[in-house]
């Protein structure tokens, strides 16, 4: 599996060229648009938003528009996005039968966002998305397939929703759909479709399948924890995500253990179940990134190390020491600056100050890691002074750390 993912998006502005939103398009790692299953594609572009790219990034201030299908509709995935950056818009070729329009009256009771796309009048068409009219707010039309004098006739059945015009191309389209009263547009003629790419990071499936079966049969918390611990690139997903939720508690938190309890049980089974359908995740055998190596050399230097200090260490101490080394990868693998991490997660004291500082304990920790991976060996020997230690009492931590920076 490629090392880089590739995301694909396009504005969507108003009349004063102001960009309220993107639309978001699947993409593979070699940036081919091709897919079988739509499912499958809209998880893909919600994993790469929330878990790898991050919102910040992504989106900033705008709006995601993203394209599901009635499989998804079908799904509690949606419940685990945050809702205030996303509208989600609904196929033309879904049905909407009452289940369907179950689901969708009671996200949009739960403040969720919908938009129909490529609408129509045709007969077929209103009488499958009329029922649900109530619940959307946005009504998208594609201007190449558009009669525009069908579209004058019948626009009135759409007076309280906000009108896109999309695929405009040419400045005479863009100024007939604002003679219509449109207010926003997209399309070529306004922006093209452009492509970033981020470093991706995917977890084990078989990890992602333990921890789902674990929440599907009510393992404590601890016992989930301890599971996270085992795979390092889930848990790094996991922040980052969690730094997309808005008015999300991380104040003060100290541990992974209680991020995982703050999400809750529920939300995390659909965090997890989004990362299954996107078939993002490795299979048990495939090679390690870079970047997984990276993390878990990071990780087992700073807890090896913490454990050689001659004082006795809390529980506490060491989850801290888990999270410093977590966080301050962020910035490496998903190109996040620290500071935006710290005032998203509102840490302690400790951790802050490691990140920032090289502060105490967890910072003199991080850093002795640090100089390790770089190689610095003379700044390593006085950093472990600090800590009352010597070459010869981490000689096997620092062997096995510069095995995993040869691979």
Do not use: C
Request: proline share 2%; no cysteine.
């Amino acid at each position: 599996m490629s090392s880089k993912l590739v995301m694909a998006k396009q504005p969507i502005v108003d009349l004063n060229n102001t960009t309220i939103g993107y639309e978001f398009f699947y993409r593979d790692d070699q940036g081919g648009r091709n897919f079988t299953d739509p499912r499958f594609a809209t998880s893909s572009v919600l994993v790469n938003i929330l878990n790898q790219v991050g919102v910040d990034k992504s989106i900033g201030d705008a709006k995601a528009f993203i394209n599901i299908s009635g499989d998804i509709l079908l799904t509690d995935i949606l419940y685990n996005l945050p809702k205030d950056h996303f509208v989600f818009e609904l196929a033309a070729d879904i049905h909407m039968g009452k289940k369907e329009i179950a689901n969708l009256e009671q996200l949009h009771e739960s403040g969720y966002i919908f938009a129909l796309d490529n609408a129509r009048f045709d007969e077929n068409y209103i009488g499958n998305f009329g029922p649900i009219l109530p619940y959307i707010s946005y009504v998208k039309f594609d201007t190449v397939q558009t009669d525009i004098e069908n579209l004058q006739n019948n626009i009135a059945l759409f007076d309280d929703k906000v009108l896109i015009a999309q695929k405009i191309e040419f400045q005479e389209v863009f100024d007939a759909y604002k003679e219509m009263d449109f207010q926003y547009f997209q399309g070529y003629f306004i922006a093209e479709i452009y492509t970033m790419e981020q470093n991706r990071l995917d977890p084990k499936h078989l990890g992602i399948i333990r921890i789902f079966n674990m929440l599907q049969s009510d393992y404590q918390i601890d016992d989930i924890s301890k599971e996270f611990e085992l795979h390092n690139e889930l848990t790094l997903q996991l922040l980052q995500y969690v730094k997309s939720i808005p008015k999300f508690d991380l104040s003060g938190t100290p541990s992974i253990k209680e991020i995982i309890t703050r999400v809750g049980t529920v939300k995390l089974r659909q965090w997890l179940m989004m990362i299954i359908y996107s078939r993002s995740s490795k299979n048990v055998d495939s090679t390690k990134s870079q970047y997984s190596i990276m993390i878990q050399n990071r990780v087992d230097t700073m807890l090896g190390i913490l454990s050689k200090l001659k004082t006795e260490q809390s529980d506490k101490l060491q989850e801290q020491a888990r999270l410093v080394a977590l966080l301050s990868l962020l910035d490496n693998v998903f190109d996040v600056e620290i500071e935006k991490t710290l005032k998203a997660f509102d840490l302690d004291f400790a951790v802050e100050g490691a990140l920032i500082g090289r502060e105490g304990i967890l910072g003199t920790l991080l850093e002795i890691a640090t100089t390790i991976e770089e190689g610095n060996f003379a700044t390593m020997q006085e950093l472990l002074g600090k800590l009352d230690l010597n070459v010869e009492d981490i000689e096997d931590i620092l062997n096995k750390s510069l095995d995993a920076v040869k691979e």
